[in-house]
């Protein structure tokens, strides 16, 4: 039976016949990123063969994701798409380097509000009674009622952040965030659902999630020199599949029409598995539906969408686009699967907000190019090689190609749109048009598709939700972009590559991770809790995916 060694972690695995080296790597407990959960679209799982000798004993079929001639040269395979038929060693990228830069914004706009947390503490007879909603959850030995503490989660598609508070001053004594590792095993909501379906798999996410968050706990325990015990409560916000996969709740019925999620939320569940008080409990924000989830109530809670006059688009920019149009307190909701592009996915030179990522990119008047890489300190980059593109890096590269007229309104890379300095970025790899950026960091014409895919999902989704409304964009008074993703957008690239309509030019705000400040909020005031059960009553959802519009529309905004 031939085996696979893991390099870097020196761990065998002995494979029958048939088993990828993917499967290989997660029977052993090895962490390959696959976003796209096998499908051989993302082509992030790829590893090395270092031994050319070794190379003849690994079969390889054809994914969609092609590997370039220099990577296939250099040994390297999609390890989904391949399997050994005899002894060899493989290397697998450390991906723990990468997301330890990981660029995470870890609070968003908030407001001022009373506290009245859902704990309470008691001295009673030399011990101290913990009450939760007034009824008693537990007895403490001596008294411990000055350590009273809660902690707020966001639970993001790609990305876990935590903060731990005391819920008798508001305070906030630490905060953590780390990559959602989940997404380890599949990157958008509907490869996760889907994983979530197969053996074990819905175990296997729940855990991973508890463990991360449990490191997270302890983490901001120690730093802030307190005990665990005293965690009462934990408010979870997060979309709708991600609640069910925290809570270990089966999210099939999330995949398949009607679309019927068996978590509410408005309620408290057990909170077995975590290293907080042992009569602690979890708190879930009120959902909307099946794709619009506790985040976008903690979003509407924070921006306060159902009090505002006027004409108000909420956009939670992801893997899922999650939006809300407010008119004088008239609320409506809906989502549109916008796809792992954002998050550097399904890109050639894709990568997450981390360390050696494009961020941000413009075109001077001259035409020489001016971009960002994160970790660099330096005006030229100097200090940090470039290694790939971001999603906001994506954005405002397509959005400077479209307003120069590199791109054209089709989408194509045009050879007659270089102008100036331009042209030096114009070039060719294996025989197709790319845009160069720096070293081996390129746009290919296939990313640009991916693009317009995205930003056009997340446009139909807004122009549906003004004809709910029966108003157009200039009926808009203010746009608000939510999301650790979305804090680093640029307005005008939004607007070049047709993601917002030039409408809204001058009245986009970006409010950061209003789903963590909302959680936050819902940890203190257990008022927000009652009025936001109430409120998601009152929002019709506006069901995109089963739309016949949807597709003639979407097709309008595919161009730029
Ligand atoms: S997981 Fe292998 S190509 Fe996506």
Known sequence: MPSINFINENINVDVNPGVSILEAARSAGIV???????????????????????????????????????????????????????DVRVLVKDY??????????????????????????????????????GALLGKEQGDTCKEIYGVAVDIGTTTLVAALVDLATGKEFASESALNPQTRFAQDVLSRIQFAGENNGLATLQQVFIDALNEMINSMAKTADLN???????????????????????????????????????????????????????????IISAYVGAD?????????LEEVKGTTVFIDVGTNGELVLARDGKLAASSTAAGPAFEGMNITCGMRASKGSVESFHVNDDGSCTFKVIGSNADNNDDVKATGICGSGLLDIA??????????????????????????????????????????????????????LAKGAIRTGIEMLLAHFNITASDVDSV????????????????????????????VRFVGNTSMTGAVAF??????????????????????????????????????
């Open 296 to 304: 976008i109530v903690s979003g509407i809670l924070v921006s306060h």
């Open 523 to 560: 940890l203190l005031n257990t008022g927000f809790r009652e009025k936001m059960k109430e409120l998601v009553k009152r929002v019709d959802t506006v069901e995109l995916a089963n739309d016949p519009a949807f597709e003639r529309i979407f097709v309008g905004y595919l161009g730029f």
């Open 399 to 452: 959005g400077e190609l479209v307003r120069t007229g590199v791109i054209g309104k089709n989408g194509r890379i045009q050879a007659d749109g270089y102008n100036g300095e331009l042209k030096k970025n114009a070039a060719k790899k294996d025989g197709k048009d790319i845009f160069s950026i720096t070293g081996d960091v390129y746009l290919a014409q296939k990313d640009i598709r991916q693009v317009q």
């Open 228 to 286: 665990t015990e005293h965690i009462y409560e934990v408010v979870y916000s997060g979309n709708t599949t991600m609640l069910h996969l925290a809570c270990a709740e089966d999210p099939v019925s999330l995949g398949q029409y009607p679309y019927v999620p068996k978590i509410r939320g408005g309620n408290h569940v057990s909170a077995q598995g975590l290293s907080i008080s042992p009569f602690g409990l979890i708190y879930l924000p009120p």
């Open 96 to 133: 723990a380097k990468e997301n330890s830069s990981l660029k995470i914004l870890k609070g968003g706009n908030s407001f001022s509000y009373e506290r009245s947390p859902f704990i309470a503490k008691k001295l009673s007879g030399g011990h101290t009674e913990v009450y939760g909603g």
């Open 480 to 507: 608000e972009i939510a999301g650790s993703f979305g804090y680093h957008l640029n307005e005008n690239s939004l607007i070049s590559i047709g993601l917002l309509s030039p409408a809204f030019a001058g009245k």
């Open 32 to 86: 390959i990123e696959s976003p796209c959960n096998a499908v051989g679209t993302c082509g992030k799982c790829k590893v090395k063969i270092p031994n050319p000798e070794e190379r003849r004993f690994v079969r390889s079929e054809d994914g969609l994701h092609r590997l370039s001639k220099k990577e296939q040269e250099e040994g390297y395979v999609l390890a989904c798409r391949s399997y050994a038929a005899g």
